[in-house]
């Protein structure tokens, strides 16, 4: 698979985008090698939009190392300044991960309690109820009920 191929209004959104970002790619005097690629394509996974800084003083070297990294990591070049190099890929789709025993989690529950004084408008109060605790019909919060244990005979007759 080639590098991404964008329009220019695609490349210069993300230039815009790019522009407050600091490199987060270092080539050194070694060039380009497999650690740099692999560290290039794990900053292109988490990040999406990345800077590459290249310390050679060779133009030529710089361009090809730009489109060697845009070819070999299927991303698209954006920008080549001077010494620092632009790339973009989309972001992958996140796996959701489900688990079994989850429990549930607090949620924020509204509850109308009737004034003290008679005639007042009833109080509108917001509750945190944790995924251990239940709301009685009385509005307060308690702890959940945990389940009654059957005997061994009761268990034995279901």
Do not use: C
Request: charged share 30%.
């Amino acid at each position: 698979m080639a590098q991404i191929q964008l329009t220019p209004a695609q490349r210069k959104e993300q230039r815009a985008e790019a522009h407050h970002l600091n490199a987060v790619v270092m080539i050194g005097a070694d060039g380009l090698t497999d650690a740099v690629k692999k560290e290039t394509d794990a900053a292109l996974n988490a990040h999406g939009l990345i800077k590459v800084k290249v310390q050679s003083d060779d133009r030529a070297g710089r361009e090809a190392i730009f489109q060697t990294l845009a070819n070999e990591l299927h991303a698209a070049p954006i920008q080549h300044i001077g010494k620092l190099l632009v790339l973009w890929r989309p972001l992958p789709e996140k796996e959701k991960k489900i688990s079994e025993d989850r429990m549930a989690g607090p949620r924020d529950v509204k509850v109308l309690k009737n004034s003290s004084r008679y005639g007042q408008r009833p109080e509108v109060k917001v509750l945190r109820v944790l995924g251990n605790q239940r709301l009685t019909p009385g509005g307060t919060v308690k702890r959940a009920k945990k389940p009654q244990l059957k005997s061994l005979k009761k268990r034995s007759q279901d």
